[in-house]
C-alpha cells in the first residue's frame, strides 16, 4: 500500500532513468522517508492500461544484474514481454538496494 501511494505522488524520473530498457526509472519517498525507486513501462498519452504490481520477495539483491556489459532482469522482464500490449508493468526496488547489486549469498540479506 505504501508503494502505490509512492508512485501516485511520483513526478520526476530518476538519475539514470535510461539505465533499463522498457522501462521508466522513476523515485520518491514513502511514509517513512524512504527513497523508493521503482520502474514502470513507458505508454503513450492516450492508452489506458492496467498496471500490474509486481513486488519481489526478500533478500539483498537488487531486481537488476549485470551481465558483462548489459543489464538484465527477471520476472519483469517476462512479464513486460508477454503482456506489454495488455498492461503497465510495475516493478518496486527494495529500498535501499543499490541499481544492480548482487550480495554474495543472493536470496539473504547477508553482506
Same mark, same amino acid.
Given at each position: 500500500?505504501? @508503494?502505490?501511494?509512492?508512485?501516485? @505522488?511520483?513526478?520526476? +524520473?530518476?538519475?539514470? @532513468?535510461?539505465? $533499463?530498457?522498457? !522501462? &521508466? *526509472? ?7 522517508? *524512504?527513497? %523508493?525507486? !521503482? ?7 492516450? &492508452? ?6 509486481? %513486488?519481489?520477495?526478500? /533478500?539483498? =539483491?537488487?531486481?537488476?544484474m549485470r551481465v558483462g556489459d548489459r543489464i538484465?532482469?527477471?520476472? =519483469?522482464?517476462? !512479464?513486460?514481454?508477454?503482456?506489454? &500490449? =495488455?498492461? *503497465? $508493468?510495475? $516493478?518496486? &526496488?527494495?529500498? /535501499?538496494?543499490p541499481f544492480a547489486f548482487n550480495p554474495p =549469498? +543472493?536470496?539473504? @540479506? %547477508?553482506?
Amino acid at each position: 500500500m505504501v @508503494a502505490l501511494a509512492c508512485v501516485l @505522488a511520483a513526478t520526476m +524520473p530518476a538519475p539514470g @532513468a535510461d539505465l $533499463v530498457p522498457g !522501462f &521508466e *526509472r522513476m523515485t520518491c519517498n514513502d511514509a517513512y522517508g *524512504r527513497n %523508493i525507486t !521503482f520502474y514502470i513501462s513507458p505508454v503513450t498519452a492516450n &492508452e489506458k492500461k492496467p498496471v500490474a504490481l509486481i %513486488i519481489l520477495g526478500s /533478500g539483498g =539483491q537488487s531486481i537488476w544484474m549485470r551481465v558483462g556489459d548489459r543489464i538484465a532482469g527477471g520476472l =519483469q522482464n517476462l !512479464f513486460l514481454n508477454v503482456a506489454k &500490449e =495488455q498492461y *503497465r $508493468v510495475l $516493478v518496486v &526496488e527494495k529500498p /535501499g538496494v543499490p541499481f544492480a547489486f548482487n550480495p554474495p =549469498q +543472493p536470496g539473504t @540479506a %547477508i553482506d
